[in-house]
Every structure is written in structure tokens, then in C-alpha cells.
């Protein structure tokens, strides 16, 4: 290479702000949910600065959008870089995007510095990661995993009822000319940079946070079905009222659950009762239960205790509950030579780190059934995401993207060295 490469801070500051606009909401956010109009454009304008630096795309049939920047021997597994441009309804800013858009800066850094890598380097944005609009979440890498978009997946609804194989259609369409790939292809590694979405690193004041791995998720869909009634003529011993069940069930289980072992999450996000109506008893009220360990055992035992406390509220008020599991992916562990990947990297740019785990599931968590993977965090303020406040100090934004350009680099001499690093398995499964 004629120069070592380096990222250009400002170039990033201003393509992030530029992606920030599509989906803009008044408060300063950014609601881009998967596969709406906003997703779509924001896609549209990754591919012209893609092909704007000659970078080949391609996309499959998740509507996942590769970019590549091609090495000396095109017949090698690529590193992959990548991350999400969907957001929450209220997202900020720098959820998914900072990850798409520091390793597009990757890229471009290789680009100006005139590198030569012995294999390819691509980027990946990843569909549907949040899961807010479709459910599961981190649907695209899961799809690319598996190497199959399972079939409930292609009917799931929407809240405005839109059908997913119908948006994918609409998604897919916005880039007639990209090659259609199938999905799931080799690769040599994965790297992933994302906001911390917690405070440990700021609090440090540490820009660099090496992810070790990632805590277990089950999500629970719970309904408590009783007998709708007049608001007013229904004596409380003649009413079956599932709302008071969940009211008394979720009470309770917030009041043990986190205090009773501080690795535990438990949160509802979503609560609907049934009919809605102002002066009458429910019929029914579902709500949605998000659970979080990173221990496997632990986590079976909070999903056991929720079904059970349920169970139990259910038959106090005299109604039923049933259940429906939305989604279920195991702790894991990134491998050790993926970490000090990270870790050379960082400590050549002068960068401190700091190992912790992750209570989000990215998309990094299915990409690790396919090849060595790791993720790099970079501080936001005050812990804040899932929220239009979101924000990341300029001085993060730069190191984060400068990490993960190093890394890629320091993976990039190990395997044209040849050194050793497992590409199945390496992932392993923690509990």
C-alpha cells in the first residue's frame, strides 16, 4: 500500500448526519423501521456511494445489501464488516448506522490509501435487526446464517398489516441492477462496531469497548383470556378479569426478577387489552415479555418462572394463559482470537479498551455460526438508546471507526500470515 490508511472523521460526521435526515423525526431521532420507505432510502443512497468508489453490490433474497472492495485474490472468503440502518420508531441517530457507516469509512479509508489486501474486504447492512416492525429481530443475519428466510417469517404482519414477502419485494426492487445472490456465502470473519447502548464505557471513559460476547434473549408473548363484562354491573367476585391478573403478575415479577439477580432483565414492552373499551371488563390482555441472561441455565429458569407465576395469577382470577415464544437465541461467546484481533488494533492507534459483555443481541450473535466474529463498542451518552436522545461524542465516533479499521487490518496481516483462527465453531456457546 502506498500509505497506511486512516479515517477521515469528518467525512463520517457528515455522512452520519446525512443518513440521519431519512426518517428524521422532530425530536432529533430517526424512525427508519425495517423495510418502510425510509429503509429503503436510506439503502438507495448506501449504493450510489458504493458505486461512487466502484465497489461491487449485491443483495439476496433478506434484502441484506452487500458492498465489496476487491482483494488480490478474489476467490478467498472476504472479511465482513457490518451492522443495521433500521431504527426503532423512536431511534436515534447512531443505532446500526454508526456500524454501516464507520465500516463504508473502512472501505473508503482502503480506497484512499491505495491498499492492497490479499482478500476481499465487505460491508454489510443488515435487514430488519430491530424486530420492532417484524418480529424476530436480527432477521436478516439469521436468514444468512441459516441460509433460509423461514416460512413463517414470510407471512409475519406488521402493526399496519403490511406482509414481510411483500415489503422484501418492494425492498429488493429499489436496486433492479444488483446481482441476486443466494443467501448465506463464505466468509472469513466478521466485525462489527455498534454504540454500547448501556453506560460502563463512558463512566470509564474508555473509547474502545471489546465485546467478549453477548447475553441469551427469549421473547414471550403472554395472553390472559377472562370474560369481557359491563363496567359497571359486574360485581368483583362475578368478574374473570385478566388485566388485574397481569397487573398483579407483572408487579411481582418486577419486584423479584432484577433484584433478586442483577445479570436478569425483564421487561414488557408491549401491553394491548381486549376489546379496549372504556366501561367494559377484557376479554383478554396480551403482552410481550423481553427476558435476559448470559448464563443459558439462568435464562431457561426466568422463562420457567414467568410461565409459572402466569400460570398461577391466571387461575387466581379464573381465566387461562397461553403463551407463544417469539424468539430464543442462546449466550454467546466470542472467540479469544478474535478479541485480541481487536485489541492489536486498538493498542496500535493508541486507543484503550476495555472487555465487557453485551445485553443487546446484534446481528454478530447469528453471524457467529458462520466464521470467527467479534464486536467493537463505542460509548454513548449517558447509556441512552432505543431513544430519540441518542447521541455519541465526535471523539467515539472517530475512535470506534479508527478501531475498527485497525482490527480489520490486524486480521487482515494474521491471515496473510497464515496464523491460525478457527472459522467454525470458533463462536462457542456460553452456560
Do not use: K
Request: proline share 7%; hydrophobic share 45%.
Amino acid at each position: 500500500m502506498s500509505r497506511r490508511p486512516a479515517i477521515r472523521p469528518e467525512r463520517l460526521a457528515a455522512r452520519l448526519a446525512r443518513f440521519a435526515e431519512i426518517g428524521a423525526t422532530p425530536r432529533g431521532g430517526v424512525n427508519r423501521q425495517a423495510l418502510t420507505e425510509g429503509d429503503r432510502q436510506a439503502r438507495a443512497l448506501l449504493a450510489d456511494l458504493a458505486l461512487a468508489r466502484g465497489f461491487a453490490l449485491r443483495q439476496d433474497d433478506a434484502a441484506n445489501l452487500f458492498l465489496r472492495r476487491e482483494g488480490g485474490d478474489p476467490a478467498l472468503p472476504p472479511l465482513l464488516l457490518g451492522s443495521h440502518l433500521d431504527t426503532q420508531p423512536t431511534g436515534g441517530r447512531f443505532d446500526g448506522a454508526l456500524g454501516v457507516l464507520a465500516g463504508f469509512e473502512v472501505l473508503e479509508a482502503l480506497e484512499d490509501a491505495g491498499a492492497r489486501t490479499g482478500r476481499a474486504v465487505e460491508l454489510v447492512s443488515w435487514t430488519n435487526e430491530e424486530g420492532c416492525r417484524f418480529a424476530p429481530g436480527a432477521m436478516g443475519s439469521q436468514a444468512f446464517a441459516q441460509g433460509q428466510i423461514a416460512p413463517e417469517w414470510r407471512e409475519a404482519r406488521a402493526p399496519d398489516g403490511a406482509r414481510l414477502d411483500d415489503e422484501l419485494a418492494l425492498t429488493l426492487a429499489v436496486l433492479p441492477g444488483v446481482l441476486l445472490a443466494p443467501l448465506g456465502s463464505p466468509i472469513a470473519a466478521y466485525l462489527e462496531l455498534h454504540i454500547e447502548q448501556g453506560p460502563i464505557l463512558e463512566r470509564e471513559d474508555v473509547p474502545v469497548g471489546v465485546v467478549t460476547g453477548i447475553q441469551g434473549t427469549i421473547w414471550l408473548e403472554v395472553t390472559l383470556t377472562g370474560q369481557a363484562a359491563h363496567a359497571g354491573t359486574t360485581p368483583l367476585d362475578f368478574r374473570r378479569d385478566p388485566l388485574a391478573a397481569a397487573t398483579r403478575l407483572l408487579a411481582a415479577l418486577h419486584g423479584e426478577v432484577m433484584p433478586s439477580d442483577p445479570q436478569a432483565r425483564f421487561t414488557v414492552g408491549r401491553i394491548e387489552a381486549s376489546p379496549g373499551s372504556v366501561n367494559a371488563v377484557p376479554e383478554s390482555v396480551t403482552f410481550t415479555v423481553d427476558l435476559r441472561h448470559p448464563d443459558a441455565a439462568r435464562l431457561a429458569a426466568l422463562e420457567q418462572r414467568v410461565r409459572e407465576a402466569a400460570m398461577r395469577e391466571a387461575e387466581r382470577a379464573r381465566c387461562t394463559a397461553s403463551f407463544r415464544p417469539l424468539a430464543h437465541m442462546p449466550p454467546l461467546a466470542f472467540p479469544e482470537a478474535m478479541l485480541e484481533v481487536i485489541e492489536t488494533g486498538a493498542g496500535r492507534a493508541g486507543l484503550p479498551t476495555l472487555r465487557l459483555i453485551s445485553g443487546a443481541f446484534h446481528d454478530a450473535l447469528h453471524v457467529a455460526r458462520c466464521a470467527p466474529t467479534a464486536m467493537i463498542f463505542c460509548p454513548c451518552r449517558d447509556g441512552i438508546s432505543h431513544n430519540e436522545a441518542e447521541d455519541v461524542e465526535p471523539r467515539f465516533v472517530a475512535a470506534g471507526a479508527t478501531a475498527l479499521l485497525e482490527a480489520s487490518l490486524a486480521f487482515l496481516e494474521r491471515a496473510e500470515m497464515g496464523t491460525s483462527i478457527e472459522t467454525r465453531g470458533a463462536a462457542m456457546r456460553a452456560g
